[in-house]
């Protein structure tokens, strides 16, 4: 997640799909995804629309005839999770250590 002093600090579509699989590793609202991530509800709607397509977010009514809805990480979706931390790892930039 490359956010530093040099300007990187915009969000790219894999890092927000990252971000909502993590929340969702525990049931989540719409609406706490929607804090947690900084994105509107239209924002939201498509990312979490998409995830459920690809068969990454599994989606449950809280009871039968409820218009609620929460959502959870399924194992495709925690496999996307460990990927992306090992992407991140691979640009990770050794410290120097300098003696004196």
């Not at 790219?12 to 971000?19: A, P, T």
């Not at 397509?53 to 989606?59: D, Q, V």
């Amino acid at each position: 997640m490359p956010i530093d002093s040099d300007g990187w600090a915009n969000r790219g579509w894999l890092e927000i799909i990252y971000r909502i699989l993590e929340l969702c590793d525990k049931n989540r609202f719409k609406t706490h995804v929607m804090y947690e991530t900084g994105l509107n509800s239209r924002q939201l709607k498509e990312y979490l629309d998409f995830l459920v397509r690809c068969g990454m977010l599994h989606m449950t009514r809280v009871y039968p005839t409820s218009r609620r809805h929460f959502y959870r990480t399924t194992d495709k979706g925690k496999d996307f999770v460990a990927r992306y931390k090992e992407l991140v790892a691979l640009f990770k930039i050794p410290q120097v250590q300098t003696t004196v």
